[in-house]
């Protein structure tokens, strides 16, 4: 999963670039949820929320480092239970 950093300004225009819906409004700035990020495998080449990022402030999170193919069982997984 990926993570957003505290100098996120808010801007918003990651939320909707997302395609597991797994970023919304924190209490102070946006959030990943790392049980629904999988980094856009499955949907796009590219992580969608760092190419749109104006201040760079999206990461790999380090509590939720995940291998490629454990990101594929999560897209997977995703898609059953959507
Ligand atoms: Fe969403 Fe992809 Fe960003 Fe994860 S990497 S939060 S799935 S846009
Ligand atoms: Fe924050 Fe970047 Fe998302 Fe804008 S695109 S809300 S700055 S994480």
Known sequence: SLKILDTCV???VCEPACPNKAISLGEEFYVIDPALCTECVGHHDEP???VVCPVECIIIDPAHAESREQLEDKYKHLMETK
């Open 10 to 12: 808010n801007c918003d």
């Open 48 to 50: 969608q929320c760092v």
